[in-house]
């Protein structure tokens, strides 16, 4: 159960790559890989922390209120996650603007409240958290590295290529971030045949 959880989070329904959710911010924040990592970890809090409060609290909520009241315990999580960045990492913050507390609206984040936590023990919603979240900064991590290294010639802000290198400027555009996105899901899905006709 536990592996399936963790394997699901990660790659074989992985949110982005498999199920194509949260591609606004996907787009938005990847056009570099330290932007792309601290939207994922904000995002894996929330998960973790919205999960584990919801699995708890769903079977007292009445049916017909419970995705506002979802709603209302993840805009608790992201107001604490928000407001340490604000605090703690104050250019990051600056850089991703809105999208933090667009993280309520995030259909992964309602979407597993929903699908998992709400019918799932406090242990294994958690788990789903953490993994969901990974997953997703997963995706953004190699798509925001893949763009700030052709787009900018440099990695987590440090210069990789050579002095002559000239950066390709459509890689972070948000043109450019379709096109890399595109290339990710065909790779992505060559390596998914590959896999399954060897079995």
Not at 170 to 196: H, S, Y
């Amino acid at each position: 159960m536990i592996k399936n959880i963790i394997m699901n989070g990660l790659y074989n329904n992985n949110a982005i790559f498999k199920q194509m959710l949260g591609l606004c911010p996907t787009l938005a924040v990847t056009t570099s890989a330290l932007n792309a990592v601290g939207m994922g970890l904000a995002t894996t809090a929330v998960l973790t922390g919205s999960n584990f409060v919801i699995s708890i609290v769903a079977k007292y909520i009445p049916k017909n209120v419970r995705i506002p009241s979802y709603i209302v315990i993840i805009a608790c999580f992201v107001t604490i996650i928000d407001q340490l960045m604000k605090a703690n990492m104050y250019s990051l913050h600056k850089v991703l603007g809105i999208f933090i507390p667009l993280i309520v609206v995030n259909c992964i984040v309602l979407g597993r409240a929903e699908a998992f936590a709400s019918k799932n023990k406090p242990l294994y919603s958690i788990i789903d958290g953490i993994s969901v979240g990974l997953g997703f900064t997963l995706a953004l991590f190699i798509l925001g590295s893949i763009r700030e290294i052709i787009g900018a010639g440099t990695f987590f802000n440090m210069p990789v290529m050579l002095s002559s290198y000239n950066p390709l400027l459509i890689a972070i555009l948000p043109p450019g971030a379709f096109l890399f996105l595109g290339f990710i899901f065909a790779g992505k899905q060559f390596l998914d045949d590959k896999i399954q006709g060897e079995k």
